[in-house]
């Protein structure tokens, strides 16, 4: 069963411009959850999406967003870059059921903003 | 909300020593607790969970007892080796899917 696929794994942006993250959960699973991770401030949750519908929110700006599809698969944007923005940023999928909410992680994207 | 905090890094042991990472959680309830790696360059592999009191999480030799009492959810190893060498996380559950994570710890095994 194929796991957590994010694209791209490398990204180089300038100040100012915006980037589009994408995520394809493990099939099956319907939730997906973002975070960023730099050296400084750990690991951080932007957002979960589930059925859709952005069920939790992290403490980060509006400049990040996010979105899932019907088929599950998610997408972050982050507008207007700032050299902070440069991170690891992890998507993390999972059933989320009552019994089971483990969550399984991508290989993440590196964005580096110059 | 719920958090972590992890024993402080980095951590340098020779092969085949013995490691504790320590990790405490406050929370409402009782959620799951996970301890999560990640080599470099790689995104997080899940190591091992419980998800109640009491709960044994292990997996690759790695354990870790869910202690409600302490609130503690220590990682140990009997015996190191150099592939261990990674960052280790303690995290919780927090709503849904959402996961608090620990600072991390920088783990190095020497030959």
């Known amino acids: 069963k194929a796991g957590v696929t994010q694209t791209p794994r490398y990204l180089i942006k300038t100040r100012g411009q915006q980037v589009t993250l994408s995520c394809s959960p493990i099939s099956g699973h319907r939730s997906v959850s973002w975070y960023q991770q730099t050296p400084g401030q750990g690991l951080q949750f932007l957002f979960e999406y589930f059925s859709e519908t952005q069920r939790n929110k992290g403490n980060f700006p509006g400049r990040f967003s996010g979105r899932q599809f019907s088929n599950s698969r998610s997408e972050m944007n982050v507008s207007t870059l700032e050299l902070g923005d440069s991170a690891l940023y992890l998507c993390a999928s999972s059933l989320d059921t009552a019994k089971n909410t483990e969550a399984f992680f991508g290989q993440g994207t590196r964005l580096t903003v110059v | 909300g719920n958090s972590v905090t992890q024993m402080e890094g980095p951590v340098t042991l020779s092969e085949e020593a013995f490691l504790t990472i320590n990790c405490t959680y406050t929370?409402?309830?009782?959620?799951?607790l996970f301890w999560y790696v990640q080599y470099p360059g790689e995104g997080l592999q899940l190591l091992l969970k419980?998800?109640?009191?009491?709960d044994k999480g292990s997996n690759k030799g790695f354990e870790a007892t869910y202690r409600k009492e302490t609130t503690s959810f220590h990682l140990e190893k009997g015996s190191v080796q150099v592939s261990d060498s990674a960052v280790y996380f303690c995290?919780?559950?927090?709503?849904?899917?959402?996961?608090?994570f620990g600072e991390g710890t920088q783990l190095t095994v020497n030959p």
């Open positions: 995290a919780t559950e927090t709503s849904g899917s959402r996961l608090t």
């Open positions: 419980a998800t109640k009191a009491d």
């Open positions: 929370a409402t309830g009782y959620p799951s």
